[in-house]
């Protein structure tokens, strides 16, 4: 079946530091891959996505590349700040008609 | 302003009765589906609609139903509540495309619900 899976969590930085959250995929077939944002009390955001590999997702300062051949799509910034924290969740989507499948989410804090 | 829209925010109920949430679009997206939360395993997809009278089963569909009767409004039903469907709620629209997956998904603030 089709699966997400991210670093666990939670991952504690400080403020300017590089972040890198890992996330890979299972699928049966070519995806398009997302990164969500999700703020304390509040739904999800889309943070970026790309559709096909070597698709590059950029927004905020982050970015993600889609690796076909590595099935991944890390999530990176160069330089964090407090206002950054939040729960990060990867997903991917088959095909037109098809569900959704989400990672577990990793937190993220960013002391100042 | 484009938004997705649930209520209630907040519902306590007791084993066994009915309960319906609400979730309504004004983007007219085709796309719309209900999530749950529960922590460590992040977002599940209960149901999803790809348009009016269209439904399909996400991964966790068991104990819950949907309709999809006009395409701004996609109720979830649960008809006997049991306390292992205490969670968060989300629902979720989005605009369908026909190549490369859908488009952004706009979610709903979310409701908690708890069954004693």
């Known amino acids: 079946g089709n699966s997400v899976t991210q670093m666990e969590g939670p991952v504690t930085l400080s403020e300017e530091a590089f972040l890198t959250i890992n996330c890979t995929y299972t699928?049966?077939?070519?995806?398009?891959l997302f990164w969500y944002v999700q703020y304390p009390g509040e739904g999800l955001q889309l943070l970026l996505k790309?559709?096909?590999?070597?698709d590059k997702g950029s927004n905020k300062g982050f970015e993600a590349t889609y690796r076909k051949e590595t099935t991944s799509f890390h999530l990176e910034k160069g330089s964090v700040q407090v206002s950054d924290s939040a729960v990060y969740f990867c997903a991917l989507k088959l095909n037109y008609g098809q569900n959704f499948v989400f990672g577990p989410g990793t937190r993220l804090s960013v002391l100042p | 302003e484009a938004q997705v829209t649930q209520n209630p925010r907040y519902l306590i109920t007791v084993t066994g009765k009915k309960l319906t949430v609400t979730c309504s679009q004004n983007?007219?997206?085709?796309?719309m589906s209900w999530y749950r939360q529960d922590p460590g395993l992040g977002l599940r997809q209960i149901y999803y609609?790809?348009?009016?009278?269209?439904?399909d089963k996400g991964d966790v569909p068991e104990g819950y139903k949907v309709s999809r009767k006009e395409k701004r409004n996609f109720p979830l039903i649960l008809e006997s509540p049991s306390p292992n469907q205490t969670s968060l709620y989300f629902c979720?629209?989005?605009?369908?495309?026909?190549?490369?997956?859908?488009?952004?998904?706009?979610f709903g603030p979310g409701t908690r619900l708890t069954v004693l």
């Open positions: 609609s790809m348009n009016v009278e269209v439904t």
């Open positions: 983007m007219n997206h085709e796309y």
């Open positions: 699928a049966t077939g070519y995806p398009s």
């Open positions: 979720a629209s989005s605009r369908e495309v026909t190549s490369g997956g859908s488009d952004t998904q706009y």
């Open positions: 790309a559709t096909k590999a070597d």
